[in-house]
């Protein structure tokens, strides 16, 4: 059975930084490709970066580039979102979610059908 949990979110302060972590579980993580979304109050959810664990490729929408970094660890299968110079806007419910592809990941919520339950950032002074 495939789980993700994430943990890392909480209270920062604008300019500040912090890293979540997904813990997969259940399935091959090799043949998964895994994304990060969010969601904020009265918003769509939309994607943040995702990786392809086969060959560690990677994508992020354009708007977070810089700022977000998505990595992974194969011994703790569990994958990482570095969120660096954080803004009041990025503040939102972030999930994780996987999908078994052979494709370049997709950072779309529509492309994965396993999530976890989520953890909330909230960036405010």
């Known amino acids: 059975q495939v789980q993700l949990v994430e943990s890392g979110g909480g209270l920062v302060q604008p300019g500040g930084s912090l890293r979540l972590s997904c813990v997969t579980s259940g399935f091959l993580l090799d043949y998964f490709a895994v994304g990060w979304f969010r969601q904020a109050p009265g918003k769509e959810r939309e994607g943040v970066s995702c990786i392809r664990n086969s060959d560690g490729s990677t994508d992020y929408v354009d708007s977070l580039k810089g700022r977000f970094t998505i990595s992974r660890d194969d011994v703790e299968n569990t994958i990482y979102l570095q969120m660096n110079n954080l803004k009041p806007e990025d503040t939102a419910v972030y999930y994780c979610?996987?999908?078994?592809?052979?494709?370049?990941?997709?950072?779309?919520?529509?492309?994965?059908?396993?999530w976890g339950q989520g953890t909330q950032v909230t960036v405010a002074s």
């Open positions: 979610a996987a999908e078994r592809t052979i494709l370049p990941c997709a950072v779309r919520p529509s492309a994965y059908s396993h």
